[in-house]
């Protein structure tokens, strides 16, 4: 079964830091792009950033330029979003997918992503 599955997230405090981490199962990550979403309740999701499938390519939203880093382990199957200097406007349920592709440019438009996990709360309050 093709699963991806997110972790990582929990309650901080402004200024804080997460490390979210998607492992993908029932198939490798090797030949696929993979982008973090976020929905906020009562917006609409949103591109956080992706990775291309050989880690050469990445791509931020404007709000989290300079805080969130993505990265990628192939051989760990996992891909990770490294969260600094958490802001209450990052609350929001943060979500992995993957797309099969190995052009050289990732995206962040959610249609393009068939592989979605469950989703993980990030709580961002003092």
């Known amino acids: 079964q093709l699963q991806l599955v997110e972790s990582g997230g929990g309650l901080v405090q402004p200024g804080g830091s997460l490390r979210l981490s998607c492992a993908a199962s029932?198939?490798?990550?090797?030949?696929?792009?993979i982008g973090w979403f976020r929905q906020a309740p009562g917006k609409e999701r949103e591109g956080v950033s992706c990775i291309s499938s050989s880690g050469g390519s990445t791509n931020y939203a404007d709000s989290v330029k300079g805080r969130f880093t993505i990265s990628r382990a192939n051989a760990k199957n996992t891909a990770y979003l490294q969260m600094n200097s958490l802001k209450p406007e990052d609350t929001a349920v943060y979500y992995c997918?993957?797309?099969?592709?190995?052009?050289?440019?990732?995206?962040?438009?959610?249609?393009?992503?068939?592989?979605w996990g469950q989703g993980t709360q990030v709580t961002v309050s003092s």
């Open positions: 029932g198939f490798t990550l090797d030949y696929y792009h």
């Open positions: 997918a993957a797309r099969p592709s190995f052009k050289a440019m990732c995206i962040m438009t959610s249609e393009q992503y068939g592989f």
